[in-house]
């Protein structure tokens, strides 16, 4: 489909409310380095997660005085979030092409983490999602003949809008986003579900996720991706990617774990490799994010159990494992690492469905 297929032009006025929950996601294959309106220079791969999750309600109704702003009131767990205004004021700057309504209508958007907002895990994802779906549901209610193949695909077309990896938290269990060869029906535009494409021992992976630091990134992913259009190693780096997903994509469909792991820790090392070769350089992990991979290197060459990271664009390490290695790994990461974790805390998630409506 084409960015114009998402462009909705009838003038509607409507009245009425939605609740969407949206999982958070964590990629395999990294999103870093991006084109203008949010097109991602590689290829990228994520497991929906089922329990880190955004609650959103939109409550939405026609505006009196028909103003060239936009009429918004943003709640976080029900309290008025000055310093995230910004950041959605910008998303519906972006979409306001593709859902003119947003402009006459005013819209009350209430969301509510899972998962504790200052706990280091990026809630871009599931946030963005979450106010998408709930955006869309205006026009839907319009067009009732509207799909529900169009309905989520332009969800998450908006997502991607508001932030790259957004776009995939709207399916589940594993989404793709950006053009690639190896899955055909792919789009820069918005992701794609490849849950049915792959082998079963990855619909129910375990993601433990140690919180190593807490505070806030010092440098945002926003301006991470900046800082590719300068780094040396970005042209290797986006073939890297393409690479890495076309390797992946046959340990995904034929359950070869060996090489999950090797290309799931490459991707990882390499993310935060690109940070150490940015101008100016920076540098995410802790000291205690290094330890916590030596540990789960011993162990793994050890117990030969499958267990194996990766990292976000922060300190926080993301172990993933097979469900039957639930137990063995978890007693592992109690008795190893929680002692590297911001005071012994931690996350126990898994692979979701993606998000889904709540009213
Ligand atoms: C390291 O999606 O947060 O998590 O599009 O600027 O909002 P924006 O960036 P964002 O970047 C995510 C970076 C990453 C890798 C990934 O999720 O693919």
């Known amino acids: 489909m084409n960015e114009s297929d998402f462009i909705f032009k009838n003038k509607i006025s409507l009245e009425g409310f939605s609740e969407w929950i949206s999982p958070s996601n964590i990629a395999l294959i990294k999103y870093w380095g991006k084109q203008k309106n949010q097109i991602p220079k590689n290829p990228s791969l ?57 402009k006459n209508h005013h819209f009350k958007i209430e969301s509510q983490n899972s998962f504790p907002h200052s706990s280091g895990i990026a809630s871009s994802a599931s946030s963005m999602s979450s106010i998408s779906l709930g955006i869309l549901e205006v026009e839907k209610k319009y067009n009732t003949s509207m799909t529900r193949d169009f309905f989520l695909k332009k969800a998450s077309f908006l997502a991607r809008l508001g932030s790259g990896s957004a776009s995939r938290s709207i399916y589940g269990p594993i989404s793709v986003w950006g053009k690639n060869s190896s899955y055909k029906d792919s789009s ?32 945002s992913s926003t301006k991470g991706h900046e800082l590719m259009e300068t780094n040396p190693y970005a042209f290797e780096r986006f073939n890297q990617a393409k690479k890495n997903l076309k390797e992946f994509k046959k340990a995904l469909s034929s359950g070869d774990i060996d090489n999950f792991i090797k290309i799931v820790e490459s991707e990882a090392l390499s993310l935060h490799g690109l940070m150490l070769t940015s101008n100016p350089y920076f540098i995410l992990f802790k000291p205690e994010t290094l330890s916590i991979i030596n540990k789960i290197w011993d162990f793994r060459n050890e117990t030969k159990c499958p267990i194996c990271f990766t990292l976000d664009a922060g300190a926080n390490v993301h172990l993933l494992y097979p469900i039957e290695y639930k137990k063995i790994a978890l007693k592992f990461i109690k008795e190893n690492l929680l002692v590297f974790c911001q005071n012994g805390k931690y996350i126990n998630d898994m692979v979701g469905l993606g998000s889904k409506k709540n009213k």
Do not use: H
């Open 46 to 102: 994520s497991f929906t997660l089922s329990k880190s999750t955004t609650k959103t309600k939109v409550t939405y109704g026609p505006r009196l005085n028909n103003k060239d702003d936009f009429s918004l009131d943003f709640l976080f767990n029900g309290k008025p979030e000055p310093s995230f205004v910004p950041k959605i004021e910008m998303f519906l700057n972006r979409i306001v092409r593709y859902i003119p309504y947003i």
């Open 188 to 219: 820069d535009y918005y992701a794609v579900d490849i849950g049915n494409r792959v082998n079963e021992v990855f619909l129910k992976y375990q993601n433990t996720i140690l919180l190593v630091d807490k505070s806030k990134k010092k440098i």
